[in-house]
């Protein structure tokens, strides 16, 4: 800790910090551009100048930039005097020289840290007179949309895409005083997470362009902190709706999982949550005729649903919250409650959460993962499952190079030697996979081989570092040494970490991973190793603890008439089975429910539809991959703006159909009571009633506001409807108000952040007044409960190698592999519109080996049958994938679950 001097006050700051980031921890504000948190310091906009003193005596000083100046003990610094403000207003005089007058059209209105400074400075006339520098703008996709006239050359976007996100296809081009940032030419950007260039650019040159479809200024819209949906990682996100629709997702700060940064299928995959593109009204159809119902006549057909068949199984969903899946399972009974996973994507789960249970070996955040300086990923394509571990691992290759610099006396802060090294000097990263994956560029080394291959392998490391296991015999030479070289460097590094997890759908590879690390912790136990296990969807882990059969046993059930019912919760049978099964199962839709805020294949065919409340619309929680309990809330209460409706909460319905049937008084009244009957009936779940807030809760008597004191036009959200303003809902589920009219500050006890607001700083940036320290902690801690702790009981560990030798000959037939893409992967997006536009098209993939024999080539055309349905796709060439192996885009529409490990006898090249 070091003591500096601000404008004769004495402060006690970290010496690891600059000057600047000091101030701001501080409370005091100080302009500035081109730093940021997780960009470190550059120097470039000279706009966070201060006076600095030689001592006490010094009445002169100099001017200098506190974000390139370190917090040594002594400093004595003035913010505030005349130098230091005349030479901060010139500067910005200076940067807005080129900078368009278009304040009241543009975008970044309200939102934009450059007019939040401008204001700082308290600037407000400009001098210059001349024919400003103009641009032309770039198209970069239907996500971003480019206006580089407003750039004031601050370099943070050049600097996060190429730096920190290892970006290729952008640049920044020219000199002097015609600086362009942008690409060589019209294109999309192809980094997974270039929406960070609109909150990271200070400005108004890069922007939503999903939100310019329906644009509204930040004050307009209504807030609510909420978790994406999209995989397993569970980023912070808050969600802006206006008139109803959900207009803008933003990172909401969390700094032990998405800190700054979130995917580009989290910031736009949304369109699919809006009101007008979703069931609003419970249907009863049959063979005969198709009936709209209203409320009690949904309830009624529900009641005598359950008279009439005497055993009803429950489907419950992956991504559907812990209130819903528990509210079915309460309905139906325990033995008759189904996951709704694979028997394949179950026996994962089982294997994941015993290990998570057992919590012997650590699982880090999302955040902490960028602190390992070895990695070892195994059967996992990150960058497409689960894009933002992928960035979080591009870090900890990279930090070598920053330790270094830091062990030879250069701060962290300073940015621009680590950058220069982290090119030849990198922490090791190995991966195992099937194919190519957009890692490989980092890679120290790639191992391509089938799952049971990469199994073979990893047992032959963890044989290296634990002799007691058995040997792995017939193993190639090379191979056996590379096993010995990675063994040795998992060893010798100070922090290891496997990530593995269950997108092969094999088990195997998970069991490999852990044995890994197991013989890792007890061979060398001053170590410390790491694991991460990722799983398909947000709430997957909070599924697998209800346990329940497998979606093939409930679908036995039905076959073997031991059940004549069936009830699918927000879940699409289609996803999972194939069409030909699919459509055995839905030949008597009468003995079927099905609810959903979706239009999907099985509620379109269901005898009694159900809408619900989507995740946008409801509140609700979700267990994320590291076992991190987190809360999402309601946005916005869809009957403000309307009540010719009838949709309400899975947990809603579900409850109130089964108080019909036992003829009992309702007694979930509130989300409260749910979380509290679970809480009783499954205890590793009663952290999240101890620990999270209530709906109780309140600051000064206040709910927390969802909308910012600035929100104005209240009185025309309605007026299509009627000129009389309605009193603003209450939301009796969550501590939060529908309204500005609430508590909106930092508070020590509020975690749940519905916005980033704070008094003269609009922008994002506005996280710096919510943070104890500017890239660290919130005021409040971090939201969210970790389940799994030391309190947990233990279990045993099972290190049995699992053998996954093939029995088949290769080249008898095709041996299906999925693979993945960030947009289409994901089931819910698949129905949003803007990112069907981006979605590749499916393509068979194999390997140049396979191709050369059917003389195939680049626009070839193949064509097979699998599980009773014809396929004709495209090929894609792959350098790396095994011969005899077909890659499809699993989960995708039309290539349902079950195809995993399918094989097909006969496949060739379409003539057309």
Known sequence: ????????????????????????????????????????????????????????????????????????????????????????????????????????????????HLQDMTVMVKHNIRNYRFRKRTHKNQYLGSFIKHEMNRCITCYRCVRYYNDYADGTDFGVYGSNNNIYFGRVEDGVLENEHSGNLIELCPTGVFTDKTHSKKYNRKWDMQYSPSICQNCSIGCNISIGERYGEIRRIENRYHEKINHYLICDLGRFGYSHNNLITRPKNPVYSNNRYSKILNFHEAINIGFNFFKKFKRVIGVGSIRASIENNFALQELVGRNNFSNGMSNKEQTCMQLILEFLKNNFIYTPSLREIESYDVILVLGEDLTQTSA???????????????????????????????????????????????????????????????????????????????????????????LKEKALLISHRLISSKKTLIISGSHSYDVSIIQASINIAHSIKIHYPNHHVGTVFLTPSPNSLGVALFGGMSIESALEEIQNKKADAIIFMEYDLYRSISQHDCDIVFKNKENIITLDHQYTETYKKSGLTLPVKNFTESSGTVINFEGRAQRFFQVYDPYFYGDNYCFFESWKWLHWMKSKIDNTEISWTNLDDVISSYSKKYTILNKIKLEELSSSFRVHG?????????????????????????????????????????????????????????????????????????????????????LFTENTIKTKIDLSIISMSQTFKEEEYWYIIPYYHLFGNEELTQYSSIIRENIPIEYALMSFEDGEKLNLKKDSIVEFNCLNKNYRLPIQLSKYLTKSHLGLPLGRKGFPISLIGRKIKFLQECIT
């Open 702 to 786: 206040q709910k927390i506001s969802r909308s910012s004191i600035r929100s104005s036009g209240r009185t025309s959200l309605r007026s299509h409807i009627d000129v009389h303003e309605p009193r603003q809902p209450v939301d009796n589920d969550t501590m939060f108000a529908f309204s500005m009219e609430g508590y909106n500050q930092p508070h020590e006890s509020v975690a749940h952040i519905p916005f980033a607001w704070f008094p003269g700083w609009n922008s994002p940036q506005a996280w710096n007044k919510f943070q104890k320290k500017i890239g660290k902690d919130l005021v409040s801690g971090n939201s969210g409960v970790r």
């Open 1 to 112: 800790m070091a003591k500096i001097y601000i404008d004769g006050v004495m402060h006690i700051v970290n010496e690891s910090d600059n000057l600047l980031q000091s101030c701001l921890s501080l409370g005091i504000d100080i302009p500035y551009f081109c730093w940021h948190p997780l960009l470190g310091s550059l120097g470039a906009c000279r706009q966070c100048a201060v006076t600095q003193y030689n001592n006490l005596e010094d009445r002169q000083g100099r001017l200098i930039m506190s974000c390139m100046t370190p917090s040594i003990d002594g400093t004595i610094i003035s913010v505030n005097n005349i130098e230091s403000t005349i030479f901060r207003s010139t500067i910005i005089e200076l940067l807005l020289t080129n900078h368009p007058h278009d304040c009241p059209v543009c975008e970044e209105g309200g939102h934009c």
């Open 388 to 478: 933002r571990v992928a960035l979080a691992v591009r870090q900890a290759v990279k930090k070598k190079s920053q330790d270094i610099n830091y062990s030879n006396g250069i701060p962290k802060w300073n940015v621009s030697p680590s950058v220069h090294m982290s090119e030849s000097v990198k922490n090791s990263l190995f991966i195992l996979h099937t194919h190519e994956n957009k890692l490989d560029d980092i890679s120290e080394w790639s191992y391509f081989a089938p799952i049971d291959k990469q199994v073979n392998f990893a047992s032959a490391i963890a044989y290296e570092l634990n002799k007691n296991l058995p040997e792995v015999l017939n193993i190639d030479p090379l």
